[in-house]
């Protein structure tokens, strides 16, 4: 989301130096001593005769109990209404002090609280902050990525992934790097998927959320660090396919907030990870799925219809993009399929207005949602370039091909920027950012087209020149000649905050014969490679490759096919 400081935050600025305020210090700088504490004060909103505050306190000092934070308007502001810090105000003097569930502050921890104050005339920054007494310095309001403050947790930024490292799983870096070759693309960052209430704490001895983020923690040093998380665990889940079936029944929504959000939530709370920049994507494929896999339509599913009518999904979006959207430093990304799934304008604009009805239910509002993700999980190449969507042959639109078949959208860039448009012109804030997965997307190797196709039809010209080489644009598990698309990048291109790697190459889509498991997934035809196909992929063979085991396992096969057409090549 953009969040100009304003004007007001200049002027801090000003009077912070010119009050002699000691500059803010990167702890670790050699030979300047560590400033006690500092203060991040910022006014979120601000109207006629009130405004909104948020601040953030770092402790430099040795680890607190209790806290108690002070400062003094110069002008008329008066506090109406707090959360998350008592406070009280005497005059021009404002007092904080910590809830019962917020008092311990570790050393180089932060906690944050807001409130509400109504004020007339100017309203001036207050200057000088205390912590229990001690003078803190003030943000500088160089921005978040200034090096000079000592973490800036309480400020959303623009892109997250601007001027940070990513988080590298030390669990896949270990698998990755274990197979022939691996080591080329071990350091890389991926996602960590919470797809279970028992990944929470680990499952089978393997990291939990918490060991995850202590690693991050380690790996940030002193400079920014994205951390990667798919919060993916709905009732009901996966209701067009069986690969990822998941442990909650279609009506567990309580179970999904109560045992899986909000222990999630409140790990990412804690003050100790306030550094972090925790990007969450939310709910892979659910909400896509009620807008294309229900009704009349021909790719209806009894499962979605169901997920559809009791309002889970919705629900369970909603609430998860509330409580996480709450976080200062938590960035809330909604999944938003991808081109060969909502491109068609049957599906494009339903979908931006199912979203914007999520992500405004359960108490969230579209402020929390920081932006979407595409393609996870998925095949789609990123740009096409031996063709585009305007294309004729011989008067015929390429969208008449067999292959693209009245999409509007030939490629996934093209599809992420437009979407984001469409996004926010149904309410989305006019800042939010796209991810696009291209784990899977590279389409390199030796079949891949080196210029566009004979312009006998409109299929010859698709056909010969597309580098997505899958046998029908619907075809998702384990896809027979795919490669690595781009590597993790920030600010790749106009309205993409980054390339990800959300699903971590290696790890299977589903698996290709029937498994017996206590995951709760199931075996999905589109994952067997004998299989010929549904309505949703035209009937068409499902392209995957043969000996795959569950989704989320590792599969070597695929890893190294992958690595084999990575494009770039490796
Ligand atoms: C599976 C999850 C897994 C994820 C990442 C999904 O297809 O259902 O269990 O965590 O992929 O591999």
Sequence with gaps: MSRTRTAILAALALVAGATGTAAAVVPGDVGIAAIPCSVDYKVQSQWDAGFTAAVTITNNSAAKSSWAVKWSYAGNQKVTSGWNAKISQSGAAV???????????????????????????????????TLDGVTCNVDDGGGPTDPGDPGDPSAKVDNPYSGAKV????????????????????????????????????VGGGMGLRAHLDAALAQKGSGEEVVQLVVYDLPGRDCAALASNGELGPTEIDKYKTQFIDPIAAILAD???????????????????????????????????????????????????AKLGAI????????????????????????ATLFKQAATSEGA????????????????????????INDAVNGTSVRQSKWVDWNRYVDELSYAQAFRTQLVSVGFNSGIGMLIDTSRNGWGGT?????????TSVDTYVDGGRYDRRIHVGNWCNQSGAGLGERPKAAPATGIDAYVWMKPPGESDGSSTAIPNDEGKGFDRMCDPTYTGNARNGNSMSGALANAPLSGHWFSAQFQQLMQNAYPSL
Excluded at 172 to 195: C, F, H
Excluded at 329 to 351: M, T
């Design 167 to 202: 988080y590298v799983n030390p669990e896949w870096s270990a698998k990755a790097a274990a197979e022939t070759g691996g080591s080329r693309i071990s350091n890389q960052p991926t996602g960590v998927w919470l797809d279970r209430i028992a990944a929470i704490n680990g």
């Design 447 to 455: 079949a891949r087209p080196t210029g566009p196709g004979a312009t």
């Design 95 to 129: 007092t904080a002090n910590n809830e019962t569930y917020n008092g311990s502050l570790a050393s180089g921890g932060s906690v944050s609280f807001g409130f509400n104050a109504s004020y007339s005339g100017t309203n001036a920054l207050p200057t000088t902050f």
């Design 328 to 351: 200062p430093n938590v960035y809330n990304y909604i999944d938003a399929g991808h081109h060969g799934w909502l491109g068609w304008d049957d599906n494009f604009a339903p979908s």
């Design 271 to 321: 003050s100790k990870y306030a550094g972090l920049r925790i990007v969450t994507t939310i709910e892979i494929d659910s909400l896509p799925n009620l807008v294309t896999n229900t009704g009349s339509r021909a790719t209806a599913t009894p499962a979605c219809d169901t997920m559809l009518a009791n309002g889970n999904y919705v629900k369970g979006v909603g609430y998860a993009l």
């Design 365 to 388: 509002t579209v402020d929390d949602v920081h932006g979407f993700i595409t393609n996870t999980a998925n095949y789609s190449a990123l740009k096409e370039n031996n063709f585009t």
